[in-house]
């Protein structure tokens, strides 16, 4: 028998071995990060998000936050999120089954539901969450999930976590769509469901629902749809791109964030029929084993619901804003991706060791954009992410899109 002594000693050793080597193996990964030009470095705000913000005691204006809408500083929101600290507390320190439900959270709900017409909503702590706790909650081993390919991370993630059947089809590609739907039925599926990324944040180009619609009413497909990077201001009054499509009645779920468009703070959320809500009450694991949404959120929340019911003010300014930007920069040479109407306008550079170095140059311009590359995006499809807001004024866009053409000559980029 070893005595106490003996064992700590032992376990001292080993504990001090393993963690040199899990150090070792740490700073050999970050090395070739480093080595490969695709390290990301975080800078500091030390204001509040807005189109002007301080980074690094330097005052810059922002082109790289889902700020499309300009709420995140929104003085409404502010005193709205003040007035629920003082009401109802700071956080419910409980899941919504136990004692984590206030009535704002139902109300919050209740606005979410018919702010995309549908029965109910459920609210997660993130949209991450609300993916992750959809697929496994909702489909078992003798159902089909068929996913773009280019759907989101957690998209990707909480198809994994379940036991339906998966099938991928090429980004886009709807023949491929219509092929991977063929091998589910022969693969005897209860249910398919077609799964797709509303708007691609990457890319900046939108899913064509009305075709996706016509493919899945022909393969009795369900069709689930996330709109974080959609809700709140793409089609005419920002209802996404179902409202875009005119589709909303054929799309059986939509999953979206609130920290985005929608205030910019935190929560996701899934919405759809009475019956399928029910089901994720009862079943899906981030919502039952994870704290409610803290009250401000949700009160600040409603308020946003409010202001884009009562007026699509922020949304027309924002298309406007969009058109702008996207039509400069072809102007004068470079290469924007994604839809024109999307106010995701990636700038496409190539090169992962250039689209870092430009994004640190338009830092000295006084522009805030940050150079995306894998594995974020694809090798060799590196680029500078630029994101327009309602917030900006065409004073901002002009001076963007002449730091852009400067960096690019200077480059040789275009």
Known sequence: MLSKTSKNFIQKCFSTKASKKLTKICEQTISEIKAAGTYKREKQITSPQSVEITVNDRKMLNFCANNYLGLSNNKELI??????????????????????????HKSLESSISKFHSFEDAILYSSCFDANAGFFEAMLAENDAVISDALNHASIIDGIRLCKAKRFRYKHLDLNDLEEQLKCAEGAGARMKFIVTDGVFSMDGDIAPLDKIVQIAEKYEANLFVDESHSSGFIGKTGRGTPELFEVNEYVDVINSTLGKALGGGSGGYSTGSKELIDVLRQKS?????????????????????????NSSHLVEKLKRNTDQFRNSMKKIGFNVLGSDGCP??????????LATEFGEKMANEGIYVVGF???????????????????????????????????GRELKVI
Do not use: W
Request: a positive charge; aromatic letters at 8%.
């Open 79 to 104: 005193d709205s999120a003040k007035a629920a600290l003082d009401s109802r507390g700071y956080g419910m320190s409980s899941v919504r089954f136990i004692c984590g439900t206030q009535d704002i």
């Open 285 to 309: 694991r981030p919502y039952l084993f994870s704290n409610s949404l803290v009250p401000s959120i949700a009160q600040a929340s409603i308020q946003v619901f409010d202001i884009l019911t």
């Open 344 to 353: 995701i306008a990636p700038v496409l550079l190539k090169d992962e060791k």
């Open 373 to 407: 590359s894998y594995p974020v995006v694809p090798k060799g499809q590196a680029r500078i992410r630029v994101q327009l807001s309602a917030a900006h004024e065409k004073e901002h866009i002009d001076k963007a899109v002449a730091a852009f053409e400067k960096l």
